[in-house]
């Protein structure tokens, strides 16, 4: 059986204020590369998996500087399409203890708002692929891109992989014309694995567990189990929902945990308190990357979910979107060593 995981989705040139700068402050910007599916992407190439990312890239210095970008951990990009006249940017302020950080979306007219059913040869895509991975900002861009996510989902179902999808609910993006609720259902209902929070759940379907307080930065995991029951009920073909917990004690300090449910229990797993983030954004992403990774590696729901938390605990620890770390620094995480000991 192919193994082979295809991701799809857009990927930005990140211009970061360096430190805790503010936008008002700086006079450059640290530029990188980011977005939801190919974070997903890269962690799974880092962990030693097959990996095709899809994307729509413009034809021009910056498109192939992208390419670049993926190339080096190892993600196959050979079924990346070219067109469109720019790329999609987003812009960061990196806040402190008090102070959130902050994002602004320079995107409208990007390569892949444009992208057109057809484009992707879907069918003979999935033909080497075991699982296909989109989240919600994808057709939160665009009409045009929320059409060719369906496309995929559907092609991916009609060829019996497993699909995932994290809901990833940004309010900012959905301006073409729909809201999520409008649009998400159809999606979601083609999808095998859900992932979200609490915010995620509530914005986009309604769905919300009683009595949690994120702010409060203890979060109950056991409270959750009603989200993965009603969104189940309302996806029956989705045989796990996964919520992660993030407790926000301030911009600098955050608790991080996870939980599984698999329709008959729910898997929780250990809660770490991230003291001193380097770099939150792509959290979520890497999360799921180690959360594919687990369920494809282990056939173990338990360690799955252990393995995706130590996973995104680390990439708070990693400047940029990507998630640059390995299976061995995340079981060693996972077994208990969070010592952070040089290794000669």
């Known amino acids: 059986m192919n193994k082979c995981v295809v991701t799809f989705g857009e990927i930005m040139l990140r211009l970061a204020t360096p430190g805790y700068q503010r936008f008002s402050q700086v006079t450059e910007f640290e530029a990188s590369f980011g977005g939801g599916e190919a974070n997903v992407a890269v962690s799974l190439a880092n962990f030693g998996m097959d990996v095709k990312y899809i994307t729509r890239l413009p034809d021009n210095d910056m498109g192939h500087s992208t390419l670049m970008s993926l190339r080096k951990p190892g993600v196959d990009t050979s079924e990346i399409v070219f067109g469109g006249e720019r790329l999609g940017i987003y812009f960061l302020e990196t806040g402190a203890v008090s102070r959130g950080s902050k994002v602004i979306y320079d995107r409208a ?63 900012k993006l959905w301006k073409w014309g729909k809201t999520a609720g409008e649009v998400m259902p159809e999606l979601v209902s083609g999808c095998d694995i859900i992932l979200g929070n609490e915010e995620d759940a509530e914005k986009v379907f309604g769905i919300h567990p009683d009595g949690i307080d994120v702010t409060s930065g203890d979060i109950d995991g056991k409270k959750y189990e009603s989200v993965g029951r009603q969104l189940m009920k309302k996806f029956p073909k989705a045989h796990k929902v996964i919520i992660t917990l993030r407790g926000s004690v301030n911009a600098n300090h955050n608790t991080w945990s996870g939980v599984l449910w698999d329709g008959n229990r729910l898997f929780q797993a250990p809660e770490y308190q991230i003291t001193h983030i380097v770099d939150r954004v792509g959290g979520g992403d890497s999360f799921m990357g180690g959360l594919i990774y687990g369920l494809d590696t282990y056939n173990d729901n338990q360690k799955a979910l252990d393995f995706a938390v130590a996973a995104s605990c680390l990439k708070h620890t990693i400047k940029g979107d990507f998630n640059m770390v390995t299976v061995s620094e995340v079981e060693k995480l996972m077994g208990g060593d969070s010592s952070g000991r040089v290794s000669r």
């Open 109 to 171: 007219h990007s390569a892949v708002s444009e992208i057109e059913s057809g484009m992707i040869d879907w069918e003979r895509i999935f033909d080497k692929a075991s699982w296909f991975h989109w989240t919600g900002i994808t057709p939160a861009i665009s009409e045009n891109a929320a059409a060719v996510c369906l496309e995929a989902v559907n092609a991916a179902k009609l060829k019996g992989l497993t699909v995932s999808v994290d809901l990833n609910y940004r309010n």
